[in-house]
């Protein structure tokens, strides 16, 4: 009887133990599964962060950007033959603003590096644009109008897109603005 007691005892006490080693085993698995959740769960947020920042570089509308400039060189000439200086200041300040928000969006199109070309091949030339503005004098504007223009273009070679080309406009009859 006491043997037996002795047997049932132990068994129960090795059935305890092993129930203990499972719970432990048990408790061990959901800590590596939560662990291996928190992976893939960051894993897709990082994926979806790429993925928003790569649609951003995608959606900046150079074309928006040029046409935008197009109308400021546009108005910049008529502003200029009318030597109304405070006017032609303004274009010319929105042509720099617009510069700089092509350069600010690192645009690459098409492998090219349409941010770095903007930077150095017309960005320059506005701040001399500016400075032949401020001595009020139409021949200065003139060069430096020039100036801006041809870097227009001569980007536009340089970046595959010699099809674009940009003029002196030549009446402002069917613009809707007073200039003088
Ligand atoms: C990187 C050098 C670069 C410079 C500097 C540059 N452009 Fe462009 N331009 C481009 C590229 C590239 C495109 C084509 C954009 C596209 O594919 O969406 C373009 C397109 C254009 C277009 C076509 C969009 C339209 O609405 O018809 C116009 C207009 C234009 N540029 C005007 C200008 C003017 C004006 C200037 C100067 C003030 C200028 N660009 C300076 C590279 C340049």
């Not at 092993?18 to 085993?25: G, N, P, T």
């Not at 928003?52 to 150079?62: F, G, I």
């Not at 030549?170 to 003088?180: A, L, R, S, V």
Request: aromatic residues 8%; contains cysteine.
């Amino acid at each position: 009887m006491k043997v037996s007691l002795a047997i049932v005892a132990t068994l129960c006490i090795v059935f305890f133990s092993f129930q203990q080693f499972k719970i432990h085993s048990l408790k061990n698995d959901l800590k590596i599964l939560a662990s291996k959740q928190q992976e893939a769960l960051q894993k897709i947020n990082l994926g979806s962060d790429k993925e928003e920042s790569k649609k951003e570089e995608e959606h900046y509308e150079l074309a928006l950007a040029m046409a935008r400039m197009q109308t400021y060189m546009q108005k910049l000439h008529f502003a200029g033959q009318n030597e109304n200086w405070k006017l032609a200041q303004f274009y010319t300040h929105e042509l720099e603003e617009t510069m700089e928000d092509i350069i600010a969006h690192n645009v690459v199109d098409e492998g090219q590096e349409i941010s770095g070309l903007v930077k150095t091949m017309a960005f320059p030339n506005i701040e001399k644009l500016e400075k032949n503005i401020e001595s009020e004098n139409k021949t200065s504007f003139v060069k430096g109008y020039q100036l801006l223009l041809r870097s227009c273009n001569n980007c536009h070679v340089a970046s595959k897109h010699e099809f674009i080309k940009i003029t002196t406009p030549k009446t402002e009859d069917f613009i809707n603005q007073d200039f003088k």
